[in-house]
């Protein structure tokens, strides 16, 4: 257990190529795979390690996520001591500028009682084992650690993403960005592990000196200060920058090998616990490769679906390959093809909307001013 490890989820995605879901809420408390968040993964998979004490450091417009997180209850961080702390008041977008967040924070690491930190983003999808990082960092006596994953679609997939520029196995030579030119990449996960004492001299020195505004800008710029090294974590990995990604994410989940993988074969994935009844299917319906979460009323034709809690799909209406966030209302007869459903959207009788594989069209609900 990472008893001497704190964690810190930085809330600092650059949101613009997926605004149609996070105009009114941030990108780690958009629904994902029918019953989650995306923050859970990343906050799972730091509870799961045993580690007790994390800070999410957040950006306004975040009614939404301080709603989900609650007082931290589903990953076991409701305490009196530690447990979850989210920090979000700050005039400063950590797009942009995540030091200073941190340094008007300072106290927070000051006083924590653990020797190690580990910074993460929300929008990594993956289900990882903190405690083999924890240790390849301690055994390799690297002042910094980044976690890495080898990708062979780097061309179609983590546009934007950084990218590793890996000598000697682990050693870092220099820190890029994926434009899509490649099929393979080291796609770093912008996941850092080091001492709290250098995470804190690293912020300090970047406040002092002006150079960087950004904690992972100051790590790349100094590999010839601090010895860094690269941890390859091989397993499934999805960013979820892009509208693009949103929806492949979504899709990989009804992938039989993907959804044990993140789900079931290693350590569980928690979110917010919701008391409804079960799903009911009529007689009429049909459902066919599709997560649907409790408390829908299924009479149609669902097929290769995420849907959310819930929905309403009526008698005659066909859906196929469409994410379907919670609270809607799919009418009679109804046609949707590669579609996405913001919250509280209700689509007439007989409609039919298509979008494409690789452009999902976003259907939005109207929101009183």
Not at 15 to 31: G, N
Not at 176 to 195: D, P, Q, S
Not at 287 to 300: M, T
Request: glycine letters at 4%.
């Amino acid at each position: 257990m990472l008893k001497n490890y704190m964690g810190i989820i930085n809330l600092d995605e650059n949101e613009d190529r997926i605004r149609e879901l996070t105009r009114h809420r941030p990108l780690a408390s958009v629904p994902i795979a029918g019953r989650y968040r995306i923050i859970d993964f990343i906050l799972s998979n730091m509870t799961n390690a045993g580690i007790d004490n994390i800070g999410i450091f957040t950006k306004m417009n975040s009614r939404s996520l301080m709603d989900h997180l609650s007082n931290g209850r589903p990953w076991d961080l409701n305490r009196k001591i530690e447990g979850l702390r989210v920090f979000n008041f700050s005039e400063n977008d950590p797009v942009y500028d995540d030091i200073h967040n941190f340094s008007n924070n300072m106290e927070y690491f000051t006083y924590s009682r653990q020797q190690y930190v580990i910074v993460a983003p929300s929008y990594m999808i993956c289900n990882i084992d903190y405690h083999k990082l924890a240790k390849y960092h301690e055994d390799s006596e690297n002042d910094i650690t980044i976690v890495y994953k080898k990708v062979n679609d780097a061309d179609r997939s983590f546009y934007k993403c950084d990218v590793l520029n890996i000598y000697n196995g682990d050693r870092i030579a220099s820190v890029g960005e994926n434009i899509g030119t490649y099929k393979e990449a080291n796609i770093c996960m912008e996941t850092y592990v080091m001492k709290k004492e250098l995470f804190m001299e690293i912020v300090y020195d970047c406040v002092r000196t002006g150079r960087c505004r950004k904690l992972k800008k100051a790590i790349y710029s100094s590999l010839d200060r601090y010895s860094v090294g690269a941890y390859d974590f091989v397993g499934y990995l999805k960013c979820v920058n892009s509208l693009y990604s949103y929806y492949k994410a979504n899709m990989d989940f009804l992938n039989p090998r993907v959804n044990k993988e993140i789900f079931f074969d290693q350590s569980p994935i928690y979110t917010k616990t919701k008391d409804e009844s079960p799903t009911k299917y009529t007689n009429d319906s049909h459902v066919v490769n599709s997560i649907v979460a409790s408390g829908c009323v299924i009479e149609g034709y669902v097929e290769n679906c995420v849907i959310s809690r819930k929905v309403h799909i009526a008698k005659g209406a066909v859906l196929k390959d469409c994410i379907i966030l919670q609270n809607c209302e799919i009418g009679p007869n109804a046609k949707l093809s590669n579609i996405i459903t913001d919250k509280y959207v209700k689509i007439e009788g007989d409609k039919e909307l298509k979008g494409d594989k690789d452009i999902p069209l976003v259907i939005e609900r109207e929101r009183n001013l």
